[in-house]
C-alpha cells in the first residue's frame, strides 16, 4: 500500500463548483500534512498546510482526521485559475530533526468557462 | 528573504554522458536540503537529503549520487545517465513547521 494515496482524478468542473479532494495515508508516525499545488511544467507550491482543528483560507478548507488517517481539501467558489495538479503530502520524522515528504501521485483539476 | 536555485532549467544529454545539476540556497543557514525526481505520470520520488555539510542519506538504490561540498550548495550527478533518468528533477529544503520550498526545477530528457 502506497503511503499516501489519492483520487485518482483528473476532475472536471464549471466555474464556481466545489470540488473536494481526498486523501489517505498509511504511516501513522506522520508527523505533518500539507497540500501542494503543481502547474503544468512547474515545481510544487505549498497551498496550506492542514491541521487536526481543520483550517480554512478563503476559498479552502483543509481537514485532517487522524483516527482515519484522512486529509481533505475543499475549494468552493472554484476559479479557472484553480486549475492545477494538487499534491497530498505527508511529513515524518526522519531521525533528529530532519523531516521527510511523502507526495501522494496528484490529483488533476481543470476548471472550465 | 530565502530562495533557492536550480539550473539548468532544462537538459538533453545523451546515454552514458555525465549528469551534473547544481542547488543552492540563500538567506538561510545549515538548511535540511532534498533531491526530488517526478518522472512522467508518476509521483514525486526522495532521492537523496542532506542534513549538513558532507552528510548525504540516500532513499531509493539507482544511478545517481549526490554531494553537499558547502552549507547551501547541494549537486545531483550521475557518472552514466540511462534512458530512465529522464524526469523533472527538483531541489527543496524545508522551511521549518511550513513544508519544503522547491526550486524551479530542471527537465532532463536523456536520449
Known amino acids: 500500500r502506497k503511503e499516501v494515496e489519492q483520487d485518482p482524478g483528473p476532475f472536471n468542473v464549471p466555474e464556481g463548483a466545489t470540488v473536494a479532494f481526498n486523501c489517505t495515508y498509511s504511516?501513522?508516525?506522520?508527523?505533518?500534512f500539507f497540500w501542494y499545488r503543481q502547474d503544468c511544467r512547474k515545481e510544487p507550491k505549498l497551498l496550506m498546510s492542514?491541521?487536526?482543528s481543520g483550517n480554512e483560507d478563503g476559498r479552502f478548507t483543509a481537514q485532517l482526521n487522524r483516527a482515519s488517517q484522512y486529509i481533505s481539501l475543499l475549494i468552493r467558489d472554484s476559479k479557472l485559475s484553480d486549475s492545477a495538479t494538487y499534491l497530498c503530502?505527508?511529513?515524518?520524522?526522519?531521525?533528529?530533526?530532519?523531516?521527510?515528504?511523502?507526495f501522494g501521485k496528484g490529483t488533476l483539476l481543470t476548471v472550465n468557462p | 528573504s530565502q530562495t533557492i536555485h536550480q539550473w539548468p532549467a532544462t537538459l538533453v544529454q545523451p546515454v552514458g554522458s555525465p549528469l551534473s545539476l547544481e542547488c543552492t540556497v540563500e538567506?538561510?543557514?545549515?538548511?535540511?536540503l532534498y533531491w526530488y525526481r517526478q518522472a512522467a505520470g508518476r509521483g514525486l520520488q526522495l532521492l537523496f537529503y542532506?542534513?549538513?555539510?558532507?552528510?548525504i542519506s540516500s532513499e531509493v538504490p539507482q544511478n545517481l549520487s549526490a554531494s553537499r561540498p558547502q552549507d547551501r550548495q547541494f549537486i545531483l550527478s550521475s557518472k552514466k545517465l540511462l534512458l530512465s533518468d529522464s524526469g523533472f528533477y527538483l531541489c527543496?529544503?524545508?522551511?521549518?513547521?511550513?513544508?519544503?520550498?522547491f526550486g524551479s526545477g530542471t527537465r532532463l530528457t536523456v536520449v
Open positions: 504511516n501513522s508516525a506522520s508527523q505533518s
Open positions: 492542514v491541521y487536526s
Open positions: 527543496a529544503w524545508r522551511q521549518g513547521r511550513y513544508g519544503y520550498t
Open positions: 503530502v505527508g511529513a515524518f520524522r526522519s531521525g533528529g530533526s530532519n523531516y521527510k515528504l511523502t
Open positions: 538567506g538561510t543557514s545549515n538548511p535540511n
Open positions: 542532506s542534513v549538513g555539510i558532507g552528510q
